[in-house]
């Protein structure tokens, strides 16, 4: 039975249409800036290896693994989502940037969340004003295209606790605000929470919340605001 349920479950926070995808950006791209690397598309089972596989392979060509990535991505799996951060948190630590007209939404703010710079010891995650930062709850798959968030088998409600589990303990790592992971395993899967600029903070709470934005005003600790679905069309 666990090993059907392995077979058949995918945990997803999003639907897009392209698998994930990380393009190599020349410096001062008039759209990208100072990115070095663009990841783009679905997240996978699998996103970790390739993106590992990538920044091997890039090392080796140029010499330097990619120090600064930007992100528009509307998500995809969860469980790929915590290892490609987790690996990058540990191994690869790397700036994260999510540019003005682009989005990371659901999975990808996980993947957001993992941006650090070893050398300054400080978190490192940017987001242009006029990019889309959001949120929901995730769900699973028990048959394709039927998502399941209630967890009402035995065996979905183990595996949705350990994932529930590993998601608080990677945000905690990250020093990710408790209200974002709390969000995403309480949120229904069609409820939407959009971090704007304000609250942004959320991402980067404590000492870190002056560093890593382009406008760092003040750490204004409002709750989490509703935006406009039309901020997805």
């Known amino acids: 039975m666990r090993a059907l349920i392995a077979a058949i479950v995918a945990i997803a926070m999003s639907d897009v249409a392209f698998a994930l995808n990380f393009v190599t950006l020349k410096p001062g791209d008039s759209r990208y800036g100072k990115c070095d690397t663009l990841i783009t598309g679905i997240i996978e089972i699998d996103s970790a290896d390739k993106l590992v596989e990538f920044v091997f392979e890039r090392y080796e060509t140029t ?3 990619p120090m600064i990535y930007c992100l528009h991505s509307d998500g995809g799996s969860l469980i790929g989502a ?5 690996w990058l948190w540990h191994k690869a630590p790397s700036h994260m940037e999510v540019v003005d007209g682009d989005r990371c939404l659901s999975a990808c703010v996980v993947v957001l969340a993992s941006g650090r710079n070893n050398a300054l010891r400080r978190v490192w995650r940017e987001v242009a004003d006029g ?3 959001g949120i929901h709850g ?4 028990t048959e394709p295209g039927v998502r399941d968030h209630s967890f009402t088998d035995a065996e979905l409600v183990e595996l949705g606790k350990a994932v ?8 905690n790592t990250f020093q990710v605000h408790p209200i974002l992971a709390q969000t995403m395993l309480t949120s229904a899967p069609d409820e939407w929470t959009f971090l704007t600029h304000e609250n942004m903070w959320w991402l980067s709470p404590g000492r870190y919340c002056y560093e890593g934005f382009r406008r760092p005003l003040h750490c204004n600790r409002q709750p989490l605001k509703l935006a406009e679905d039309s901020l997805l069309d």
């Open 63 to 65: 010499g330097r693994p």
């Open 82 to 86: 915590m290892q490609m951060a987790d």
């Open 131 to 133: 990019a889309v930062v």
């Open 138 to 141: 995730f769900y699973m798959e």
């Open 164 to 171: 529930s589990g590993r998601l608080v303990e990677l945000m």
